[in-house]
């Protein structure tokens, strides 16, 4: 298997110099089909196993550590912050342009948690739109997985803080036992950089809040998509503050109901499918899940791709 690696650079933004950095690997005979994969919020790309199990299936793979996530962070950045989803857009855009640039035809975009929601709102109104055949989301954050008043009151509220002031924040409310849930160290079985993805999280900028609300809000008013559209995500949501089994095979991170309701407001061509046992990222779930994750999603693109 060959792999790649591109940093992009970019004009600079309101901290500096801007880069994203795009991670591939193709079989020895490259395909003419990729998919193009979006990380999570406090996240990269690190699951190489996910890589693996989709150039064995036929299709190239290609990751991209977004502008201020992972192998992108420069020293003078907040990590993780910002104050548009479309800020991320070029990044993906440059992603598309050199996968077309060296011979891929078919581009597939799969997006896992907060990079599901980016990935939902580019195949609406990215630059490249044209370019993208099907949308694959990974336990996509359409809502917070909160109570009505912290989403209803609470979030506006404190969005309008961070216009104002656009580096306030509180402490995250991330709850550790998803990463001891993952972590080799402790009850999963990955090995992540913890530089990149720490367990205690990182601040909660109110202006990063704010503008994943109406990211949210822009997909809950519905995005019209056209294309084909596979939404996974775990058959359960769980919840507690003390460790329990059920953390090991449920979503911890995000209300599944929610993920279910507004799926619908994709499009008219979405297969909503609930993962019995899965993480919130599927594919860092036990084996025999995170293969049918892997099969259920390449089986789905050869009925839904030329």
């Not at 359409?142 to 009151?153: D, L, P, Y």
């Not at 209300?255 to 599927?282: M, P």
Request: overall charge positive; aromatic content about 14%.
């Amino acid at each position: 298997m060959k792999e790649y690696t591109e940093i992009f650079t970019f004009p600079d933004d309101y901290e500096g110099p801007v880069r994203a950095t795009l991670i591939g690997f193709s079989a020895e005979r490259s395909s003419r089909k990729a998919l193009l994969y979006l990380h999570g919020y406090v996240d990269y790309f690190f699951q190489t196993h996910m890589a693996q199990a989709f150039v064995a299936g036929g299709w190239d793979f290609f990751a991209v550590d977004l502008r201020k996530y992972g192998r992108s962070i420069l020293p003078h950045q907040h990590p993780y912050y910002c104050r548009d989803l479309q800020e991320y857009f070029p990044d993906i855009d440059r992603s598309i342009d050199w996968m077309t640039a060296h011979g891929y035809e078919q581009i597939v975009l799969l997006g896992h948690s907060t990079g599901g929601l980016i990935a939902s709102l580019y195949a609406a109104a990215g630059a490249r739109r044209e370019r993208i055949e099907a949308l694959v989301l990974n336990s996509p954050f359409f809502e917070f997985n909160a109570g009505w008043f912290k989403r209803r009151v609470a979030i506006p509220l404190v969005g309008c803080i961070g216009r104002l002031f656009p580096y306030a924040h509180k402490r995250n409310e991330l709850s550790p036992h998803y990463f001891a849930s993952v972590h080799r160290s402790e009850k999963g079985e990955w090995n992540f950089d913890t530089r990149w993805k720490p367990k205690e999280g990182v601040p909660l900028y109110f202006a990063w809040l704010r503008t994943i609300r109406r990211g949210q809000l822009r997909l809950h008013r519905g995005l019209g998509l056209t294309l084909p559209v596979l939404v996974l995500h775990s058959a359960r949501s769980a919840g507690g503050k003390v460790w329990c089994t059920k953390f090991t095979d449920s979503d911890i991170v995000l209300q599944v109901d929610h993920i279910r309701r507004y799926a619908l407001r994709l499009g008219d061509r979405v297969t909503d499918v609930a993962i019995e046992g899965g993480l919130h990222d599927l594919t860092l779930s036990a084996q025999p899940i995170r293969q049918q994750v892997f099969d259920t999603i390449l089986f789905w693109l050869s009925q839904h791709t030329y």
